[in-house]
């Protein structure tokens, strides 16, 4: 008998991100069975919550230089305190801009371990041998430098997309996946990836933030990159939490 | 603004099948949205609360004739009351065996309300104008008459799978599915559904426990059969309940 910590996801941001976290996390659970040669079993699985709560927009809220814009924190503590009091160990986030709080969330309940997106997947891909990575994220992500600072840490190059291109990315993101209009999502995140490929040759691009992946999934336009989904890294982190295991890399 | 209520998701029989009915009523939410002509916002989707918990395999207790068999019981109400104290207006149990505990569940928690997957299942096929349903569903669905009270009181005639076509399902469920052979699951599902619409003619197929619809998805087999998926109309009757709109069929 395998015992289990109960974690817990902090989702809603936006929602349809959040429920592919679970099934990533559900995936990651299963496969840590496997490799111990476990029976994948309902009852095998530790107790997880979702918490899917409506959360104002994030880059929104970093972009805005007045004082009160930093709403986005107040339902994530509430939704992060209920976590916490069902008994959740460990926490992930199901979005990269939210990150920006997490240093305040962190501090606010320090007996639960916050898991921090971009902490996770620059120690993933160091230890995969990667030196080079180029960032596709919201421009909330690129301003408060969530990738930037983890990656240097790590030792690695990060290379940024250009002005216009963040633009593409922002009109995949929010006229895309968020509005359900998934063909103008592919071709957005596809001709930036493309792009990001052909100006830095072999690197890993990293999908930063939980839309991209939703809209590039099946696209065969990038089927030659080396994409790199932080979700699928973070949700392997969080299940390692859960199992007990020791934090190395996904 | 549109007002929603908080809704609760039971899940965790098994994980798989919860993390998919958080997909299914977040599609449902948006649909609703589309359908009102609002924009499609993070913001404007209700609050939701997933919970997947361990909890003892509910064919096997339903099977057991030992007065203790009901172990399913007690993690299913724990569950649903913190569902309740997160706020939840109205919750749906993500596994279609789990409702043989329906009425115990809703007479605890009488102030929420609890879906019911076959009454739902049946009003929305008896409103689409179906008079005929062939049931695939786990030994213990089968056991307690679950659809079968449902569509009759809905008055839809309900044909049933052969015992080894029964027993060919069961392995489908655990062996295929819940064990993550999804190879296995398709052949074992498919073969049961044509089998069924060769015997039953021009009848809905309704894949009566979560685990089938996941191991179908994409079977160019069953391509043209009608196959309905519980999980998807009872996810929209969630969906409707946050938005508080009238319980009409999905």
Same mark, same amino acid.
């Given at each position: 008998m395998v015992v289990t910590r109960v974690v817990g996801i902090l989702g809603g941001m936006g929602p349809a991100a959040g429920a592919d976290f679970v099934r990533l996390f559900v995936e990651a659970c299963a496969g840590l069975m496997r490799a111990r040669g476990e029976p994948v079993r309902d009852q095998a699985f530790p107790e997880h919550w979702l918490a899917q709560v409506p959360v104002p927009d994030r880059t929104g809220a970093i972009d805005s230089a007045t004082p009160g814009a930093h709403q986005p924190l107040e339902p994530m503590l509430q939704a992060l305190g209920r976590l916490a009091a069902l008994g959740s160990r460990a926490v992930a986030?199901?979005?990269?801009?939210?990150?920006?709080?997490?240093?305040?969330?962190?501090? +606010?309940?320090?007996?639960? $371990?916050?898991?921090?997106?971009?902490?996770?997947?620059?120690? !993933? #891909?160091?230890?995969?041998?990667? @030196?080079?990575?180029?960032?596709?994220?919201?421009?909330?992500?690129? +301003?408060?430098?969530?990738? $930037?600072?983890?990656?240097?840490?790590?030792?690695?190059?990060? !290379? #940024?997309?250009?002005?216009?291109? @963040?633009?593409?990315?922002?009109?995949g993101i929010y006229d895309g996946v968020k509005a359900g209009d998934m063909a103008l999502a592919e071709a957005c995140f596809s001709e930036v990836a493309l792009q990001l490929g052909r100006r830095h040759g072999d690197v890993a691009i990293v999908m930063g933030c939980t839309e991209i992946p939703l809209g590039l999934q099946g696209s065969a336009a990038v089927g030659g990159l080396r994409l790199v989904d932080p979700a699928r890294v973070l949700a392997c982190a969080l299940a390692n939490r859960a199992y007990d295991m020791p934090s190395s890399p996904a």
């Open positions: 986030i199901a979005c990269n801009t939210a990150h920006a709080w997490h240093g305040t969330l962190q501090a +606010r309940f320090p007996h639960i $371990e916050l898991l921090h997106v971009a902490r996770e997947v620059s120690a !993933h #891909l160091a230890a995969e041998g990667v @030196r080079d990575v180029a960032l596709m994220a919201t421009e909330g992500t690129y +301003r408060i430098g969530l990738y $930037e600072h983890a990656m240097a840490d790590a030792g690695l190059r990060c !290379h #940024l997309p250009l002005a216009d291109e @963040r633009r593409q990315l922002m009109r």
